[in-house]
């Protein structure tokens, strides 16, 4: 074999090893240390760690702490079909010639580009009392419904829900939009021949074509409402039962110096989102769809 026929065979792979350097350095590696941690307890400034087994998961498991945070991910959950609604309305509405598509367009996408930190900030500032909500909602004739939207733990959770589908939305609503826009025209033509009108078109044409994005969107809702940071973080820091199990991890290992027992929770997250995704796809398995 000559040297050029080699590289020829070779080059594919060596043109994949920077990226799967970078895969394996700041992925896989970084989650092998994570599992090793969890069987220890360290707190991350000693040299030496103590082996505790199975210990930390136990703890996991058996202490309400730990475990009832969980239940915070339900409103983020319940919010992020809110979400795909909203995103799959106004993607399918603005698929089709209307006026001024492109400023809308705009305007969807434009809360996904802040920054998380920011977004924080911004709605810290339209929650807290006397705040730009409760300001305009007196304005409007409304001030008995002001309430403590931050301060209050049966409304809480609701308003940073909130937060995160009007931050989140523009995502979907561009993968949805992307899908919507590469279904071959002539399907719509012969659809108007036949008297179709904008539901049978969305109904036999839009929703199968974009069954594939749709359940990506799924996937994208179970794992990100199991691993809600940024919002609930910055706004209440989790306080007023608004702590997060990934905000219950992060205090875990930096504030409380338990490495091992928040490596285990990441663990137990990192096994939920893979075994949901895992039946997500079994319930909904990604067919090809046969336009044509």
Do not use: C
Not at 2 to 13: E, L, M
Not at 157 to 185: C, M
Not at 258 to 276: D, E
Request: proline share 4%.
């Amino acid at each position: 074999m000559t040297i050029a026929a080699w590289w020829r065979r070779q080059s594919p792979w060596l043109y994949l090893v920077p990226a799967l350097t970078l895969l394996i350095v700041f992925t896989y590696v970084p989650v092998g240390n994570m599992v090793w941690y969890s069987f220890h307890k360290w707190d991350g400034l000693d040299v030496t760690m103590d082996p505790v087994g199975l210990d930390n998961y136990v703890r996991v498991f058996t202490d309400e702490r730990y475990w009832r945070v969980f239940l915070v991910s339900l409103y983020y959950f319940v919010a992020s079909f809110a979400q795909i609604a909203i995103a799959l309305y106004f993607a399918v509405v603005l698929s089709f010639n209307v006026r001024f598509r492109n400023l809308f367009k705009g305007i969807l996408f434009f809360p996904y580009l802040l920054n998380g930190v920011a977004v924080g900030f911004v709605f810290l500032y339209l929650f807290q009392p006397d705040g730009t909500l409760d300001s305009v909602l007196r304005l409007v004739g409304l001030g008995g419904h002001t309430e403590l939207w931050l301060g209050d733990p049966d409304i809480a959770n609701v308003s940073l829900a909130g937060t995160s589908v009007w931050r989140f939305t523009g995502l979907n609503f561009v993968l949805f939009l992307g899908a919507i826009q590469s279904i071959p025209g002539e399907i719509y033509e012969a659809a108007d021949i036949d008297g179709a009108n904008r539901w049978h078109r969305f109904r036999y044409i839009i929703a199968p074509g974009i069954r594939r994005i749709i359940s990506l969107s799924f996937i994208l809702a179970v794992s990100g409402s199991l691993a809600v940071f940024e919002i609930p973080f910055i706004m209440t820091g989790g306080a007023n039962g608004t702590r997060t199990f990934v905000v219950q991890a992060y205090q875990t290992a930096f504030q409380f110096r338990q490495i091992g027992l928040a490596s285990a929770m990441a663990v137990v997250l990192l096994a939920v989102v893979l075994a949901l995704t895992w039946i997500q796809r079994k319930v909904l398995p990604d067919d090809e769809v046969n336009l044509s």
